[in-house]
């Protein structure tokens, strides 16, 4: 339970932190925007990491980068900023993005954080 609610919570802080496009060029401050809000996000729920909050911050580097290289491959221009300016459905039955989001979610807490996440 408590995997799944920092997962939801850190797709809501890449939906609320940038919107991208894997077509055209990303632009830096985008990239910058969305890396802040997913560390500040990240950090959040990493402060009991072993290894203090060094340790910590890093990690949510890491883990951001990872998430943002994902999105930056996957989802669409459009469909990140549907999903940016709307109220995304978070339920089972939500839209492709949103299952791409969780997925992208779950593969960098895996990779980077040693943790899965079920969508």
């Known amino acids: 339970m408590r995997k ?10 890449v939906l609320a932190g940038w919107s991208c496009s894997r077509i055209e060029e990303y632009p830096p401050q985008e990239v910058d925007e969305f890396l802040r809000g997913c560390e500040e996000a990240a ?53 492709a993005a949103v299952r791409k989001m969780f997925e992208i979610v779950a593969q960098c807490q895996a990779e980077i954080l040693g943790q899965a996440t079920k969508p």
Do not use: M
Request: with cysteine; charged share 30%.
């Open 4 to 13: 799944s609610v920092w997962g939801i919570a850190l797709v809501l802080a």
């Open 43 to 95: 950090q959040d729920k990493l402060k009991d990491y072993p290894g203090g909050p060094e340790a910590a911050r890093e990690k949510a580097r890491q883990y951001c980068a990872c998430a943002v290289d994902k999105v930056q491959k996957t989802i669409s221009y459009h469909d990140f900023k549907k999903l940016k300016n709307e109220k995304p459905d978070l339920s089972a039955e939500g839209s």
